[in-house]
């Protein structure tokens, strides 16, 4: 299939390196020149400009939309609403605000134009693993679009099947994707995946930061333990019921330098947090360990202890995300 995307960074290069190599016809475009041209210079279907980028796309156009979450989607969203057509499709495969998505499939509708939120996680290691794909929208244009899904998406990563799903055998969720449900529920499964994602970092960080801590002078001499973290994280990769991927972007951060001296500690939060925490106090549904995550970020931009390093070793790890050159303002 034919599909045009918008934003050239971590991901949104990645997403159209993967599409190329499934025999996709890829057209991309970013308002940064300089990005537009290494790729083009990669061999990559970069455009100088978005008016010659929708030129290339054959009606009904479909863009994929991979840019920071908040204005600049919003932007760009808004200016695809005015130039593209009828049956266009727009995919909004950012960390975008659900309530939002419902808002913008709403003002799409009258001028025919589809809209697609997919929830996108993979971080920098997609090109190669997959991503893992969260959709909402309008059931048939996703399934029409199927076949972009399904190359973006891991598809036999050889994780075992779950006991008991051989009733589901139609479903793609097992190769790395699923349709969530009308226009939001792709953003809104994602953005509680995320929450998720901060309350699994937030053990790990802490847990670690005891065994850290264990060798301290202030504990009885027999108590002391000189422990050697990076191969206590590589021991928990193998048959431990604590096991994940999270870990193993943990165990190599530590491997390579073990005190994490390269990371300030200083957290941010994309904010899928804190629509995470809001979420659940509008559904009256506890979620302690979540809401606790959010705040330990919020207090490392005040201090920052070896917890907040290992947290900023994963961000880094899974996303490529730097830390802050100078503290956030507090919230």
Same mark, same amino acid.
């Given at each position: ?19 190329? #190599? ?25 455009? %100088? ?53 419902? #808002? ?45 899904? @399904? ?33 939001? %529920? ?19 960080? *802490? ?14 001499? *027999? ?34 330098? @073990? ?14 947090? #804190? ?16 809401? %606790? ?13 070896? %917890? ?24």
């Amino acid at each position: 299939m034919q599909i045009g995307v918008i934003g050239l960074g971590r991901m949104g290069a990645n997403i159209v390196r993967r599409l190329q #190599r499934g025999q996709h016809e890829c057209v991309a475009y970013d308002a940064v020149p300089a990005v537009a041209q290494r790729l083009a210079a990669e061999g990559l279907p970069a455009t %100088a400009s978005l008016s010659d980028f929708l030129k290339r796309l054959i009606p009904p156009r479909v863009v994929w939309v991979m840019v920071p979450a908040g204005a600049p989607t919003e932007d760009a969203v808004s200016k695809l609403g005015e130039l593209l057509q009828r049956d266009d499709v727009i995919i909004d495969g950012g960390n975008t605000f659900y309530q939002d998505d419902i #808002r913008r499939a709403a003002a799409l509708r009258p001028k025919g134009i589809h809209y697609l939120d997919v929830g996108t996680s993979g971080g920098v290691f997609g090109l190669e693993r997959g991503f893992c794909l969260m959709i909402g929208g309008e059931r048939a244009v996703a399934q029409r679009l199927d076949p972009i899904f @399904a190359t973006l998406a891991p598809g036999d990563d050889g994780v075992g099947r779950t006991p008991g799903r051989a009733g589901r055998d139609g479903s793609t969720a097992e190769r790395g994707y699923v349709y969530c449900g009308p226009h939001g %529920a792709g953003h809104f499964v994602k953005m509680i995946h995320n929450g998720i994602e901060y309350g699994m970092m937030q053990a790990y960080a *802490e847990g670690l930061d005891i065994l850290h801590s264990a060798s301290q002078a202030s504990l009885p001499p *027999e108590r002391r333990y000189e422990l050697d973290l990076a191969e206590i994280a590589e021991v928990w990769r193998h048959g431990s019921v604590i096991s994940s991927w999270l870990l193993d972007l943990t165990a190599a951060a530590l491997l390579e330098n @073990a005190t994490l001296s390269n990371f300030s500690g200083v957290v941010d939060d994309s904010g899928e947090g #804190r629509w995470t925490v809001n979420a659940a106090i509008e559904e009256a549904v506890p979620a302690e360990v979540i809401t %606790a995550a959010l705040y330990a970020r919020f207090r490392s931009r005040q201090e920052q202890t070896f %917890a907040e390093r290992v947290l900023s070793a994963m961000r880094f790890k899974f996303g490529g995300h730097v830390e802050p050159q100078e503290p956030p303002r507090k919230p």
